[in-house]
């Protein structure tokens, strides 16, 4: 395994592995229980949005969970300007504090509580904690006879000139769009080749609630379960 690159809630990361377990892997991510805002009670809505518009922006506020199944979470405005996600109080943690909720005018009023429970992202993407995609590395072989002028048919912009010759630059940009391939067939000749490797390059975002390590662990956990219950049922 080699990292590539790592920030806050994004990592990137190469490793040999076969593309269906990376794909199950990828999949799992929605069978991890998220805290999300499921119930909300509007007991004053002077703001020009909908109840129900409302709700559904709570709905989607990333929150770290707290003890206990549940949190409860209060919000009392009132007067001029933007609402923000970070007014809510509880026992949760807000993710994202900056997050705008509504907008109310001088003398106006907002007032709601909120119940989060867990869920799952196969129920609803509010529960989800971020994704995982995935994409194949391949080895390009250019012949030495290979023209300059492949260089502007790549999108990626992974080829060069070195010398008189044609090189890669980076392998790991290639999306396999096989443009430079093409390229070479119009030309009567196969002067370049693209072929699979074993390795992938896999990315993980977070949306906050969860460290991308946790995401990607917890995936393979949830895996795990599912497969040691297939495997009791085949006995």
Same mark, same amino acid.
């Given at each position: 395994?080699?990292?590539?690159? &790592?920030?806050?809630?994004?990592?990137?990361?190469?490793?040999?592995?076969?593309? $269906?377990?990376?794909?199950?892997?990828?999949? %799992?991510?929605?069978?991890?229980?998220?805290?999300?805002?499921?119930?909300?009670?509007? *007991?004053?809505?002077?703001?020009?949005?909908?109840?129900? @518009?409302?709700?559904?922006?709570? /709905?989607?506020?990333?929150?770290?969970?707290?003890?206990?199944?549940?949190?409860?979470?209060?919000?009392? =405005?009132?007067? &001029?300007?933007?609402?923000?996600?970070?007014?809510?109080?509880?026992? =949760?943690?807000?993710?994202? /504090?900056? @997050?705008?909720?509504?907008?109310?005018?001088?003398?106006?009023?907002?007032?709601?509580?909120? @119940? =989060?429970?867990? /869920?799952?992202?196969?129920?609803? $993407?509010? %529960? *989800?904690?971020?994704?995982?995609?995935?994409?194949?590395?391949?080895?390009?072989?250019?012949?030495?006879? !290979?023209?300059?002028?492949?260089?502007?048919?790549?999108?990626?912009?992974?080829?060069?000139?070195?010398?008189?010759?044609?090189?890669?630059?980076?392998?790991?940009?290639?999306?396999? !769009?096989?443009? !430079?391939?093409? %390229? !070479?067939?119009?030309?009567?000749?196969?002067?370049? $080749?693209?072929?699979?490797? &074993?390795?992938?390059?896999? @990315?993980?975002? $977070?949306?906050?609630?969860? *460290?991308?390590?946790?995401?990607?662990?917890? =995936?393979?956990?949830?895996?795990?379960?599912?497969?040691?219950?297939?495997?009791?049922?085949?006995?």
């Amino acid at each position: 395994m080699r990292l590539i690159n &790592k920030k806050d809630n994004q990592i990137e990361f190469q490793t040999e592995m076969n593309g $269906s377990l990376a794909n199950a892997i990828r999949r %799992f991510v929605n069978q991890i229980p998220i805290l999300a805002i499921e119930d909300v009670e509007i *007991s004053k809505n002077d703001s020009p949005l909908y109840d129900e @518009t409302i709700a559904h922006r709570l /709905g989607l506020i990333p929150l770290k969970a707290g003890k206990g199944k549940e949190a409860k979470l209060n919000l009392k =405005a009132r007067g &001029k300007g933007i609402i923000l996600a970070k007014e809510l109080e509880g026992n =949760a943690e807000v993710v994202y /504090g900056e @997050t705008p909720i509504t907008f109310l005018k001088k003398g106006e009023e907002l007032n709601i509580v909120a @119940t =989060a429970k867990f /869920g799952k992202g196969v129920e609803h $993407s509010k %529960f *989800s904690p971020g994704f995982i995609f995935y994409r194949d590395l391949v080895k390009i072989n250019i012949d030495k006879n !290979c023209p300059t002028e492949i260089i502007n048919k790549c999108p990626k912009k992974i080829l060069r000139v070195e010398g008189k010759e044609v090189v890669v630059k980076n392998e790991e940009e290639c999306d396999i !769009c096989e443009a !430079c391939v093409k %390229f !070479c067939r119009k030309k009567g000749k196969n002067l370049i $080749s693209i072929n699979p490797t &074993k390795n992938i390059r896999i @990315t993980v975002e $977070s949306f906050g609630q969860l *460290s991308v390590d946790d995401i990607f662990k917890k =995936a393979i956990d949830a895996l795990k379960q599912d497969l040691l219950v297939v495997a009791k049922k085949i006995k």
